[in-house]
C-alpha cells in the first residue's frame, strides 16, 4: 500500500501465532459494506502491509481462512501483514446486507471493494489475490481504479503518487520501486460459452432443485451425492450452509450469485492485461488440471508474459500449478505457498 514511509523488511521470524481478532471467529465487520474477516499473526505491533483476498463463486472469505494462515505464516516478516477476506455481495455474510442493489456484476462487484476501502480508509493493499470469479472481480477493481472509476480515494499507488504534489516513496529499504501485486487464481481471462462449463451449470440446476431450508449439511452432502457429483465437491457446497432455527440455509443469495456469473462469462480481461496499469505486477497461475484453459489461451497468456514492458507499463507473469484443479487452495496448497509466498515476501 502506498506509504510515506519507507517498507522495511525484519529477518526476525516471529513465530506462528495466527487467530482471529476481537472473537474466537475472528474480526467480523457489516457496515452496510462488505462483510470481512482480518487475520493476523500477532497483533503486537500495528501490520505495514495488506494482502485482499477475494473468494470465487458460491463461495465466502472463510474459505481462505487456513489458506491465509499459511502464507502469513511463510512471508519472513509475518507480523507485519494482515490478511483480509471478503465476502463478496450475495455470498456469506454479505448476503445478509442491505444496499447491494441489481445488477449483481463484476462492475457492481469490484466497487463494493472499492466503497469498502474507502469507508475503513484503508490504503491501497500490497496484494490482491482472486479465486475464478474472485479473480476477475479484481481485474475488474485494477482497472477500474485505473481509470480513476472510483475518484481519488482509490486511484493506484502510481498514480497517487503522479498526482501528489507529497513525495511518496513506495519502495523498500534501499529506495528501490516497489509494484503492487494482484494474483489472479485460475480465472478465465476472456468470454466463456456456457457450455463449456457443463459442471458449473449441473451444480446450479440442482442447487435450484433443493428447497431453501435442509435438514442439515450431511443431508445435503448424501442428496448431492446421490445426483452423481464428487465427495468434495458435495462437501464444498455443504460448507455454504447457515443454521438457521432447526433447519439449514445457504449462506449465498443464489439468483444474485446467477447474476454475478452470468457477468463473469461475459467480460473479457485481455485488454488489460495487454497493457497492465504502471506499477501492476498481475501474476495468472493456471492449475495444472484445470478445465479452464484451452491451448489457445494458455498460447495467448504466455505470449503476453513473455512481453518486454516499458516503464510506462505494468507486468504480467503467468505460473503453472502442478498437480492442481479448479480448487487451487484445497488441491495444491503447498505449491501455490511456493508459487506466491517468495515474490509477496519481496515487498
Known amino acids: 500500500m502506498a506509504t510515506s514511509l519507507l517498507r522495511k523488511k ?3 521470524f516471529n513465530p506462528l501465532l495466527t487467530r482471529f481478532l476481537n472473537s474466537p471467529s475472528g474480526r467480523r465487520r457489516s457496515f452496510g459494506t462488505l462483510a470481512f474477516d482480518e487475520i493476523r499473526v500477532s497483533t503486537e505491533r500495528p501490520y505495514d502491509h495488506t494482502a485482499l483476498i477475494i473468494h470465487g463463486l458460491l463461495g465466502s ?4 481462512r487456513s489458506f491465509s494462515r499459511n502464507l502469513l505464516s511463510t512471508i519472513s516478516n509475518p507480523s507485519a501483514w494482515r490478511a483480509v477476506l ?3 455481495r450475495n455470498h456469506g455474510r454479505s448476503a445478509e446486507i442491505e444496499g447491494f442493489d441489481p445488477p449483481h456484476d463484476l462492475t457492481n462487484a469490484a466497487k463494493d471493494l472499492a466503497n469498502l476501502v474507502e469507508s475503513q480508509g484503508w490504503a491501497w493493499p500490497d496484494v490482491v489475490v482472486g479465486h475464478s470469479m474472485g479473480g476477475k472481480v479484481a481485474l ?3 482497472e477500474s481504479c485505473a481509470r480513476g472509476d472510483y475518484g481519488e ?3 493506484l499507488p502510481k498514480q497517487m503518487n503522479q498526482n501528489s504534489k507529497v ?3 513506495n519502495c523498500d529499504s534501499s529506495g528501490n520501486s516497489l ?4 494474483w489472479v487464481l485460475d480465472s478465465f481471462l476472456g468470454v466463456k460459452d456456457p457450455e463449456d462449463e457443463e459442471e458449473v451449470e449441473n451444480v446450479l440446476r440442482a442447487l435450484r432443485s433443493i428447497p431453501p431450508s435442509v435438514p442439515s449439511r450431511k443431508w445435503l452432502v448424501n442428496h448431492l451425492l446421490g445426483l452423481g457429483f464428487s465427495k468434495s465437491l458435495s462437501e464444498w457446497i455443504g460448507s455454504n450452509l447457515k443454521k438457521s432455527g432447526d433447519h439449514m440455509t445457504w449462506a449465498f443469495n443464489l439468483d444474485g450469485a446467477a447474476g454475478m456469473l452470468k457477468s463473469y462469462r461475459e467480460k473479457s480481461y485481455w485488454p488489460l492485461l495487454e497493457h497492465p496499469p504502471k506499477g501492476m505486477e498481475i501474476d495468472i497461475v493456471r492449475a495444472e488440471e484445470s478445465d479452464r484453459w484451452d491451448p489457445a489461451t494458455i498460447q495467448r497468456l504466455e505470449s503476453l508474459a513473455a512481453l518486454e514492458r516499458g516503464p510506462s507499463e505494468g507486468n504480467v507473469t503467468a505460473h503453472l500449478l502442478p498437480k492442481s484443479g479448479h480448487w487451487v487452495h484445497v488441491d495444491n496448497p503447498k505449491g501455490l505457498l511456493e508459487i506466491m509466498a517468495p515474490k509477496i515476501d519481496a515487498i
Request: net charge negative.
Open 86 to 88: 471478503v465476502d463478496l
Open 61 to 64: 472469505g472463510r474459505n481462505w
Open 179 to 182: 509494484n503492487e501485486q494482484l
Open 153 to 155: 480515494s482509490a486511484l
Open 140 to 142: 475488474q477493481y485494477v
Open 167 to 169: 513525495n511518496v516513496c
Open 10 to 12: 525484519s529477518g526476525i
